[in-house]
């Protein structure tokens, strides 16, 4: 089974910084994709950022240049680094892993989901 471990949230004034982590655990084989999505209530959950294995990064617009997501591959880690923080950014942070469970074709491209935690911009 896998599990993804989620900290880092809270509450923080506009321009300051956060700094979530998620780690992963589990009988993995290996981690494709790892990334961060967001949601707030009435809206759809979306992409915030995502990184490969190799470590291309991909952000949302509105986020780009503000937030930095990177990955410890030893640790099974990823992280997201946000800095400059509006009010527009509060949401839920959900982290996501795709992940191969085995070399069978069933077991790749695996996806599973952290539990959430509350980012709050708030002065």
């Known amino acids: 089974q896998v599990q993804l471990v989620e900290s880092g949230g809270g509450l923080v004034q506009p321009g300051g910084s956060l700094r979530l982590s998620c780690a992963t655990s589990?009988?993995?084989?290996?981690?494709?994709?790892m990334g961060w999505y967001r949601q707030v209530p009435g809206k759809q959950r979306e992409l915030v950022a995502d990184?490969?294995?190799?470590?291309?990064?991909n952000y949302v617009d509105s986020v780009r240049g503000r937030f930095t997501i990177s990955r410890d591959n030893a640790k099974n880690t990823v992280y997201l680094q946000m800095n400059s923080l509006q009010p527009e950014d509060t949401a839920v942070y959900y982290c996501y892993v795709n992940v191969n469970l085995g070399i069978r074709v069933i077991d790749t491209g695996r996806e599973y989901w952290g539990q959430g935690t509350q980012v709050t911009v708030s002065s």
């Open positions: 589990g009988s993995i084989f290996s981690i494709n994709a």
């Open positions: 990184i490969t294995s190799t470590g291309s990064t």
